[in-house]
């Protein structure tokens, strides 16, 4: 392994495990924004406090990890999401766009959540997401979140 491929692997070791340990306590916070994706083994809810902006009936995010980060994996095998935006949940489906530019879609992002991605991530390993939503704004009645613990 090169010493630019050991060091990137070092900083998402690094990184996934100092998120783990936060998000365990910023998914709790009411008025963060929440992507739950279905556990790809599980079947369990995840829920992974995001960054990103709702343009119209899409929310925009950009995974720090691309295809490394287990929520990408989770939409990988079952697109069917919800978002929690401003505390009301918004059930969608995730769409990954590998052919996006994510550092151009991070300029379009809230500058503080691309600063987080540009921080954490690898900068090659990048990846846009967009979530179709369906509910308040999109013609049905947002779903209520109900706690998974």
């Known amino acids: 392994m090169s010493s630019s491929a050991e060091k ?3 900083k998402y070791r690094a990184v996934t495990a100092f998120q783990r340990r936060l998000n365990a306590v910023v998914r709790r916070l009411p008025g963060q924004t929440l992507l739950e994706t279905t556990g790809r ?4 809810p995840r829920r992974t406090p995001v960054g990103g902006r709702r343009t119209g009936d899409s929310f925009w995010l950009v995974s720090e990890f691309g295809e490394r980060s287990q929520y990408v994996r989770n939409i990988r095998a079952d697109p069917r ?3 929690r935006l401003r505390g009301r949940w918004y059930p ?3 769409h990954l766009l590998p052919d996006d530019d994510p550092l151009a879609r991070l300029r ?21 997401v967009r979530v179709e ?13 109900v706690s998974h613990g």
């Open 92 to 94: 969608g489906t995730a």
């Open 108 to 128: 379009r992002l809230p500058r503080y959540n691309g600063l987080v991605v540009r921080a954490m991530g690898v900068r090659t390993g990048l990846l846009t």
């Open 41 to 44: 083994v599980s079947g369990l």
């Open 133 to 145: 939503l369906r509910g308040k704004g999109a013609g049905e009645e947002p779903v209520i979140g």
């Open 8 to 10: 990137a692997e070092s």
């Open 81 to 83: 999401v919800r978002v």
